[in-house]
């Protein structure tokens, strides 16, 4: 079997895959609506068994396995980030404040000369 015939193949599985994905979600928020009479330990575990089946179907999708292949890389990359400590947040938390702060009164006295400038052309003129 050649490799696009494998493609082709796989891609018609993972059409019912994900039907059967949508089906499983779908169930649960008909599952939902269905049992909600029923006592919440129950309905919550019928949703949630639905959840998980929906969403296992989903990962075993061409599609599905990129994506967690992509998430584990990305949790990886993530590990890698040097994190600021305490100090350098508290200070770099209010360099922005007074940043803010300073630009806010440049604009609200901006504002002001505006506002007396047109009005002493419209109430003059």
């Keep these: 079997m050649s490799a696009q ?34 006592s919440v330990l129950i309905r919550a575990g019928v949703i949630i068994a ?24 990305a ?11 305490r100090d350098e947040t508290v200070r770099t938390t209010l360099i922005i404040i007074v940043a803010v702060a300073i630009v806010s009164l440049f604009l609200w006295g901006l504002d002001a000369i505006l506002v007396h400038v047109i009005s002493f052309l419209t109430v003059r003129g």
């Design 5 to 38: 015939e494998q493609v082709q193949e796989s891609s018609s599985f993972d059409a019912i895959k994900w039907i059967l994905a949508i089906v499983a979600l779908a169930g649960a928020v008909y599952a939902n609506h269905l049992l909600v009479d029923d």
């Design 50 to 73: 639905l959840i998980v089946v929906g969403f296992a179907i989903g990962f075993t999708t061409t599609k599905g396995k990129n994506g967690l292949a992509f998430a584990k890389e």
């Design 75 to 85: 949790r990886i990359e993530a590990r890698k980030v040097v994190w600021p400590n």
